[in-house]
């Protein structure tokens, strides 16, 4: 262990030292609609072989959960590094009220590390997605110049509506902070797992971040991905239901 | 009271007693919702026995239910689903054997072939009123609800 940091109820612990390459950015995935973030997050760490340099736990927030992956003992909020890129990857979902230290402790650790562009990936559920060939990806960023970029790969700014979950609290805490955040979100499923949107999301998250991330394996191995999502998909469904991610269906009163 | 006000009185008592038995409807239905979600919660998506139990979704859309079931994997030709009562048994081949040990350090030695579950709606179906449709492993269930539903 290099060091470990604790930032309100949660700490942060590095396994080694590593410095971020310039541009540097960050990729928040964290389970939700149709696990669209942490599929592609989960794909890109496999393709780019990404090393896992640290993570973060909270005995408040979290549940009590240690995480074995090829026989070591890993945090539930795991962070995986390479050259320009951080991933920050977790199938649980912490409670609502841990959102807003989770955002901060995030933020802070983005800007220690150099971080100049933190991109967010995540489903946007819709309720005819069972007959949906072509999925729209949407975005919303505080980077006016990332606008190019994904116009250029067919996404759409993302007008009006209501947002729910750790992404809400993260684009208004990036906000604050005056930093750079990109929310990238194609059209899912809600409540079963999406590698179709993944992959779609990855292709515009991966112009972002200038890194060719290939596609074709998630969508050849959906229904495998599907298959093996199925745990991963209902332990969050409860989060998401007590969250009320219903609200993201509905139609705001005023523009 | 004449028989015009004993009549308007009688409709209006109907009106209620008809607005009271539809709210305990809703009312049980919500709450058999929320029991099924805690079934579900806690009852582990795939068995020693070797099947595993699909995801699915339940809506509610007023005059129907629609029910989606995701089926990863499933040989199309084999998914079998039958009715009883309230009950929809469902029960579809894999198209290969999948061993726990590929996915997980637990489970030891079991290899699931199948997925099988069963889904209860809180009204007995009728067949006739059930329609289907199959897309990239996943099944779309259209139930009318009965007229006393």
């Known amino acids: 262990m290099f060091r470990e940091v604790d930032f309100g109820e949660f700490r942060l612990t590095e396994y080694e030292y590593f410095r971020m390459k310039e541009p540097a950015y960050a990729l928040l995935a964290m389970p939700d609609t149709g696990l669209v973030g942490v599929i592609g997050a989960s794909h890109i760490i496999k393709v780019l072989n990404l090393k896992e340099v640290g993570g973060m736990d909270s005995y408040v927030y979290l549940p009590p959960i240690a995480v074995i992956s090829k026989k070591e ?3 539930p909020i795991r962070i995986f ?6 991933v920050v990857y977790s199938e649980f979902m912490p409670p609502p009220q841990a959102f807003p230290i989770l955002s901060k402790v995030l933020l802070d650790y983005f800007e220690r590390k150099g971080v100049s562009h933190v991109l967010m990936a995540s489903g946007l559920a819709v309720q005819n997605r069972f007959e949906l060939d072509q999925l729209k990806t949407y975005y919303i960023t505080t980077k006016p110049e990332v606008e190019e970029i994904l116009k250029g790969v067919g996404a759409q700014p993302f007008e009006n509506g209501f947002l729910v979950g750790p992404y809400a609290l993260m684009l208004k805490e990036a906000l604050r902070a005056e930093m750079p955040v990109t929310l990238v979100m194609t059209e899912s499923f809600l409540e079963f797992p999406d590698p179709e949107a993944s992959a779609k999301n990855l292709e515009a998250l991966s112009k972002v971040i200038g890194i060719t991330v290939d596609v074709k394996e998630l969508i050849e191995r959906a229904e495998a991905i599907r298959m093996r999502a199925r745990d991963a998909m209902k332990a969050v469904m409860p989060s998401l239901t007590r969250m009320r991610k219903e609200y993201e269906y509905s139609m705001p009163l005023n523009i | 009271m004449n028989s015009d006000e004993f009549e308007k009185f009688w409709r209006r008592i109907k009106e209620i007693e008809r607005r009271m038995l539809e709210s305990f409807r809703e009312e049980e239905e919500r709450i058999l919702r929320e029991l099924e979600e805690v079934r579900k919660a806690l009852t582990p998506s795939w068995s020693y026995e070797g099947y595993l139990r699909p995801l699915y979704t339940v809506r ?7 029910l989606y079931i995701d089926l990863p994997n499933a040989d199309q030709g084999s998914i079998d689903i039958r009715f009883k009562g309230n009950a929809i048994l469902i029960r579809a081949k894999l198209r290969m054997k999948h061993k726990f040990s590929e996915w997980s350090g637990q489970g030891g030695e079991t290899v699931f072939t199948e997925y ?6 809180p009204f007995n179906i009728d067949p006739s009123c ?12 259209r139930i009318r609800k009965p007229k006393r539903v």
């Open chain 1, 81 to 86: 590094a390479s050259n320009n890129l951080l």
């Open chain 1, 73 to 75: 003992i890993r945090l």
């Open chain 2, 116 to 121: 099988r579950d069963v889904i209860t709606l």
């Open chain 2, 60 to 66: 509610d859309l007023g005059n129907e239910y629609v």
């Open chain 2, 130 to 141: 059930v329609s289907l449709r199959q897309r990239k492993g996943m099944i779309e269930l």
